[in-house]
């Protein structure tokens, strides 16, 4: 059993929890993040990739409209190189009431939302694959962000400020002295050992999973109504700014360019299990269809992989349970000691992953006021380190960083231009991460051949450079093609059932990876 | 003289059409792409699983063929794969192919597993292990298709099929394809190969590494066009040397589409490369013609006979749309296998995903037959992977298939036509 004592646990390793151990380290206190899995690998990495303007909002949700505005604009200077500037349009589609572009400019002024009409002409010249049939545009400043390397970034910038991240652990038990949290066990997943970390305070922001932690303090129940929402990415850019449909928002009516893909959602449907998201055929349907009104021809564009993620929404009373869409997205902190007489906890809930940083500012200064000590607030202030960390993402990137070393480096993933120093590194900061953990950094095998040239390469490097034993090679392997799996067999069709007839040949054919020596359990994490 | 089109350039594809050629009909060959033999590993797959491990392919294929009658073999039957197994060794030679129908070798793959073919190159054969050998596999650091440790690893943790172990070391060398490059594909590699000064060099590195006694695994990149490459590289290493078959592009495989088609050629075949064959025409049931699509205008080819030997999902000659219909793309052929239910499901390690057992019915004489049995059109065949019933890359039986339909369809052509 190892021990730790720090001031503050915070729960849960996606945007929020990153959000929240960055702001409590620069606010002096020592901080311990822990998440059962990888960073970013729930809701904050199954999402659409979209950086709001706020425009989604001006009319349904004013407040969010105004947070997104302001808070798109601190992450796009803070977090640079982890945000592209895409710009986006609002269009009516067909069928759509001209008359709600009024309201949308009258609404994105009242929240001060940027937002400009600009003429049907401009904007098909601009996205020429747009819907011709489109009656009004209106441009705003919509972004795309890789979640993953949003969080990632966050929890980096907490390591310089001393707190550490711990991930694979899995919170079993959250002790109690009297009515205050006092310690929080968890199990490392990858050795098994116990890890008992005395604290004193708890910030429980595990999302969907959130009220699973606070039940284990002993709380009420808190009522998390996980909704599932499906995306799947199309294998171009088939537009170059985020694209949404000028309605109320609804299902299937945003299409967003993130890295060299693009990226349709999202459905919402009320699940009572977040760790079981199925990709239902007629969603699938439905997403493909919403794109036919965007992108006219979308269902012959070739869909890559797709994915469900579920939003942490906190149960509001004013709206039937089953309509998660309609409940605010705004956050909320729950404050257990007038809710549950528990003392040193406090739980967020609902918020987006453009507001991250903002929702961590509200709770942390929640948790200040309850210690009753005033420490400023940094986050917004302070640019988070990394590579190329004042300037955008552009897709290019890659492309010119390849240019630059292609005579030193080998491209193991060529969809995603990962090249061999990219792998090797990542894999010796995680060395006991799977191929997904790398994934998530790197988008290795995230392209068009889903893993079909570049999972054996990973392979057998990973293996050379003594990262991993023979065993655990294949275990990886297998893990990583059948996880790939999960987000192909449902969006199955056209030129990717082609890619993945010749993904078999190769792997099947070719290899006979399906008699390798049988590793004794199937490697997990 | 009787005119034929075929369709399709891969192994079925080729070598119908070498043998109608042969046989004294006017055969004119429309492909699209370049053929499937270059995206395989470059070797005769006649049965390798059933799923059990096959040691004696043509016996286990008559057994397949009368126990499901759904799987191309009941049509092909044993002596059909005999003779297009024949065909293809009495057209390439032992330069390129060796092996018999009785018997398959067992061979390592890129990753390390043991895979069984029955048709090979000579420079695959010494990789047919046997219990106590000594291998060594050697990397190129600038091929990275090719990871020696997971090779070595892997090999030396199986028991051989027929029991035993082996011992395996491995390594890698640093020898440049072409200067300043790290990222060479085995094609690369492959051309430089075939420059007998490369091949000293290449030996001078690695020869000092090697222990007594040891028989060297490597890459099948031992040369594109030299079919000797292999064999001077063991000769200059003192060793035996084996080739491991690489993901695409294949290098055996290329010398086996280059060799064919060299053969298809000289019989007489017309090739009518790079365009996609896009509409028939058909007159009371029978096909009339077919029309490829080109720069210029549309271009249709009347014959007596078509053969339709485009492959299966991986070429295109099948599709399945966003609503999940499945269709063959040219002549809307019916379809076997869509009726079993869900055609893909999520366990990739599970159950094989029914989808790619889809293809067409044919009859003995490789007619292609409706869901009732009976002949869609009277002149139209089939051979290789439009033919449904099959998990061709699991069970390693696509080039069996591809040469015993391609053989019985050109023969039934012949006879059709005489």
């Keep these: 059993m190892r021990k730790l004592a720090v001031d503050v646990v915070v729960i849960g390793g996606g945007s929020t929890g990153a959000g929240v151990v960055r702001d409590v380290a620069m606010r002096g206190y020592s901080a311990v993040l822990l998440d059962r899995a990888d960073l970013g690998q729930g809701t904050t990495g199954r999402f659409h990739g979209l950086l709001h303007s706020g425009g989604r909002y001006v009319v349904s949700d004013p407040m969010s409209a105004t947070e997104c505005a302001q808070e798109n604009a601190i992450l796009a200077r803070i977090q640079a190189s982890a945000i592209e500037t895409t710009g986006g349009y609002f269009v009516t589609c067909p069928g759509d009431d001209p008359a709600f572009a009024d309201k949308f400019l009258a609404g994105a002024a009242a929240t001060g939302v940027p937002a400009r009409e600009i003429a049907v002409a401009e904007a098909l010249r601009n996205e020429p694959r747009l819907n011709p049939g489109i009656m009004r545009a209106v441009e705003v400043e919509d972004g795309t962000v890789d979640g993953w390397q949003l969080v990632w970034g966050a929890a980096n910038s907490a390591k310089a400020y001393g707190a550490q991240v711990l991930t694979y652990h899995a ?55 996980p909704g599932r929402g499906i995306m799947i990415a199309m294998n171009h850019r088939l537009v170059n700014r985020v694209v949404n449909r000028m309605i109320y928002p609804a299902d299937g009516d945003i299409l967003v360019p993130v890295h060299t893909v693009s990226i349709i959602g999202t459905t919402d449907v009320k699940v009572d299990d977040p760790d079981n998201l199925a990709i239902e055929q007629d969603e699938v349907q439905q997403m493909l269809d919403a794109g036919e009104v965007l992108i006219p021809g979308f269902r012959n564009a070739r869909a890559l992989h797709a994915w469900a993620g579920a939003r942490p929404l906190i149960k509001d009373k004013r709206v039937a349970a089953a309509d998660t869409r309609h409940m605010s997205r705004g956050m909320a902190v729950i404050d257990h000691t007038e809710r549950d007489g528990l003392d040193g906890m406090l739980t967020i809930g609902g918020g987006k992953l453009t507001t991250y940083r903002l929702m961590a500012e509200h709770i942390v200064d929640a948790m200040c006021e309850k210690l009753g000590e005033t420490r400023e607030c940094r986050t917004a202030k302070e640019n988070i380190p990394g590579p190329e960390a004042t300037r955008n993402y ?132 | 003289m009787s005119r034929v089109v075929v369709i399709g350039a891969g192994l079925a594809g080729l070598t119908a059409a070498t043998r109608l050629a042969a046989g004294g009909a006017s055969v004119t060959l429309l492909s699209k792409g370049i053929g499937g033999l270059q995206l395989g590993q470059g070797t005769i797959d006649v049965l390798g699983y059933t799923p059990d491990r096959v040691t004696n392919p043509v016996l286990t294929l008559a057994a397949i063929a009368s126990s499901r009658p759904e799987h191309p073999y009941a049509a092909i039957g044993a002596a059909g794969v005999h003779a297009g197994i024949e065909y293809l060794k009495g057209l390439l030679g032992p330069e390129l192919l060796v092996g018999d129908a009785e018997t398959n070798y067992q061979l390592p793959t890129a990753v390390g597993a043991i895979r069984p073919t029955c048709l090979v190159s000579p420079s695959m054969v010494a990789g047919h292990l046997k219990a106590d050998a000594k291998l060594v596999i050697v990397g190129l650091r600038r091929l990275k298709d090719f990871q020696p440790k997971l090779v070595a690893q892997n090999l030396a943790r199986t028991t051989l ?131 490829i699509e080109t720069a210029g205008a549309p271009r249709e080819f009347t014959a007596d006979a078509f053969l339709l030997a485009a492959g299966g999902f991986e070429s295109g000659a099948l599709e399945m749309d966003s609503h999940g219909a499945v269709s063959e793309t040219l002549f809307g052929l ?58 061709r890359w699991a069970e390693k039986s696509g080039d069996g298939i591809a040469l015993g339909s391609a053989v019985l369809a050109a023969d039934s052509i012949l006879k059709e036509l005489a």
């Design chain 1, 171 to 225: 919170v079993t038990r959250i002790d109690r002295e009297g009515n205050r949290v006092s310690a929080v066990h968890c199990t490392d997943l990858k050795s098994g050992e116990e890890v008992v970390i005395d604290c004193n305070f708890v910030l429980n922001c595990a999302g969907p999973w959130a009220g699973q932690i606070a039940h284990m303090a002993g709380a009420d129940p808190v009522d998390v109504i």
């Design chain 2, 161 to 291: 099929p027929d029991g035993g172990n082996v011992t395996v070391r491995y390594l890698s060398i640093d020898v440049p394809a072409r200067d300043g490059e790290v990222d060479s594909s085995g094609l690369t590699y492959a051309r430089a190969f075939d420059d007998p000064a490369f091949r000293v060099g290449f030996a001078d590195t690695l020869r000092p590494l090697l222990a007594e006694g040891e028989t060297v695994g490597l890459p099948a990149v031992l040369g594109l066009k030299d079919l000797t490459a292999w064999s001077d590289v063991a000769d200059k290493l003192g060793h035996p040397v084996f080739e491991i078959p690489l993901p695409p592009p294949s290098v055996p495989g290329m010398r086996l589409n280059a060799a064919l088609l060299a053969k298809a050629r000289a019989a007489g075949v017309r090739l009518v490369p790079g365009s996609r064959t896009v509409a028939f025409r058909a007159s009371d049931g029978a096909i009339v013609g077919v029309t």
């Design chain 1, 394 to 525: 552009v897709v290019t990137h890659r492309l010119e960083e390849r240019e630059h070393d292609r005579l030193e480096e080998q491209i193991i993933c060529e969809c995603e231009l990962m090249s061999r120093k990219m792998f090797t590194e990542a894999l010796a900061n995680q060395p006991k991460g799977t191929f997904d953990d790398l994934r998530r950094q790197l988008r290795l095998g995230m392209g068009p051949c889903q893993g079909g040239f570049c999972t054996t390469r990973a392979t057998g490097i990973a293996l050379e450079t003594d990262h991993i034993d023979i065993e655990r090679a294949n275990g990886l392997l297998r893990l990583f093609l059948k996880n790939r799996w999960i987000g192909l067999w449902p969006i199955l069709y056209g030129d990717q059932v082609r890619q993945t007839a010749l993904d078999n040949w190769i792997f099947q054919g070719t290899l006979d990876v399906e008699h390798l020596p049988q590793p004794e359990s199937e490697v997990a994490l």
């Design chain 2, 334 to 391: 019916p379809l076997a296998g869509l009726d079993a239910g869900p055609l893909v499901h999520g366990d990739y390690w599970g159950a094989e995903q029914p989808l790619f057992k889809v293809g067409v019915r044919v009859a003995g004489d490789m007619r292609v037959l409706d869901g009732a049995g009976a002949i869609v059109h009277p002149n139209l065949y089939a051979a290789g992977g439009i033919i449904g019933g099959s998990s």
